[in-house]
């Protein structure tokens, strides 16, 4: 069994060719705009694994995936973003 993906991502042209691209290899993917939608949908979803971009208005993927860990959700989580530099790579 394949876990469904959840990817969040507020450039709707990235969600959409990274959402189909997935689909292409058979994987299940549910796309977000923002954290917000994300997070309002969490109580709904199937464990799966996250795509987040970093960079995202309001809520960043990793504001968005320490909100995650303090609601104990531990879902595998890849970070994407088209502007990443040392310093973001950086684990605090």
């Keep these: 069994m394949t876990l469904p993906v959840y990817l969040v991502d507020d450039d709707d042209a990235v969600r959409e060719a990274l959402s189909l691209l997935m689909r292409t290899v058979g994987l299940s993917v549910r796309g977000f705009a923002a954290s917000e939608a994300f997070l309002g949908a969490l109580d709904r979803l199937e464990p799966g694994c996250l795509i987040l971009d970093i960079r995202m208005p309001a809520i960043s993927g990793l504001k968005l ?4 860990r ?3 959700v531990d879902w595998p989580t890849v970070v994407i973003s088209g502007h990443g530099d040392i310093e973001v ?4």
Excluded: I
Excluded at 65 to 68: K, N, W
């Design 70 to 72: 303090a609601r104990g």
């Design 89 to 92: 790579s950086r684990s605090p």
């Design 65 to 68: 995936q320490e909100r995650l």
